[in-house]
């Protein structure tokens, strides 16, 4: 299914491009690539132009953002190719695969390794917020490792639904994001500001230390009542041996009402985050 060559002329004359294949989206085939001059490999994502025939416009909101991001929890653009038929971006390579893939493989983690990952999704989170920059689909799929070690540094990928915010109380009201990880508001339609990524990074965060979701449904409008419900629950046989410090920020960025919403710069104050060593100790 090799559609992308020939590469244009300007991307191969800077680029040796790898037939290694990194990951596949909705819209892109993910490459991996050399600068020939330093020999430092990237990530080219390549988007065929008829994929997203009628999105035009996700993709260039997708370009405006990632030229602007620098910050190492964030996959950043260095370079942005065109051919007739696709779009080339050169970014940052995460070569430790998708957060999804490890946490299939491992189940669930420990406080510590949690609480550090999740503190590096919010250095992230914190940073496009700075920016106005709403992500609106964080999920354990764009969070990308940066190489292949067990403790590797965690970078936000995949801007293809985010939005500028031209205003920082403007409200984004077109509905999307993904079934699962999705804010209430967002469903409900009232709303879709910065504080659904901090409900996204809730439900990452619970799925993290126990290996399944707090929302659940056997179908998507099950799901999306259990969601709207905003109930969920730390079930004894999963939850007994975690500490009230994990529990707590959780509650606060899966709390309902988005104006009451832990923010980013706040949750990165929160002692499960700050001072793993105390509040992550069980209290016996
Ligand atoms: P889409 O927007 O079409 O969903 P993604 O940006 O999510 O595309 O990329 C698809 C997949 O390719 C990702 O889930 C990941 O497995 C892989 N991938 C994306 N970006 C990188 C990167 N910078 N380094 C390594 N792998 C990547
Ligand atoms: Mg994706």
Not at 176 to 196: I, N, R, S
Not at 210 to 222: C, I, K, L
Not at 235 to 254: F, G, P, Q, V
Request: include cysteine.
């Amino acid at each position: 299914n090799d559609e992308s060559p020939p590469y244009p002329a300007d991307l191969e004359r800077t680029y040796r491009i790898s037939k290694r294949v990194l990951g596949v989206g909705s819209f892109a085939v993910v490459k991996e690539c050399f600068h020939k001059q330093t020999g430092q490999p990237f990530a080219l994502k390549i988007i065929l132009k008829k994929a997203i025939a009628g999105k035009e416009h996700m993709l260039s909101s997708e370009l405006d953002i990632l030229k602007q991001v620098r910050h190492p929890n964030v996959v950043s653009m260095h370079g942005l190719y065109e051919s007739k038929e696709a779009v080339y971006i050169v970014t940052d390579l995460a070569g430790g695969g998708e957060l999804f893939t490890q946490l299939l493989a491992k189940g669930n983690y420990t406080e510590k390794d949690a609480s550090a990952m999740v503190k590096q999704i919010l250095e992230g989170v914190e940073y496009l917020h700075s920016l106005d920059i709403v992500h609106r689909d964080l999920k354990p799929e764009n969070l990308l490792f940066q190489t292949p070690d067990e403790h590797a540094n965690l970078m936000i990928t995949d801007f293809g639904l985010s939005k500028i915010l031209k205003n920082h109380d403007d409200i984004l009201t077109t509905a999307c994001g993904t079934p699962g990880y999705v804010a209430p508001e967002v469903l409900l339609q009232t709303g879709h500001g910065k504080p659904v990524d901090l409900w996204s990074l809730g439900v990452i965060t619970f799925t993290l230390l126990s290996g399944y979701t707090p929302f659940w449904g056997e179908d998507q409008a099950a799901l999306f009542e259990s969601i709207m419900s905003g109930k969920y629950e730390y079930d004894e046989e999963y939850w007994s041996d975690i500490s009230d410090a994990a529990k707590d920020l959780i509650d606060k960025m899966l709390t309902f009402n988005p104006s009451k919403r832990i923010t980013a710069s706040e949750a990165l104050k929160h002692p499960w985050i700050t001072n793993e060593q105390n509040a992550v100790a069980r209290d016996e």
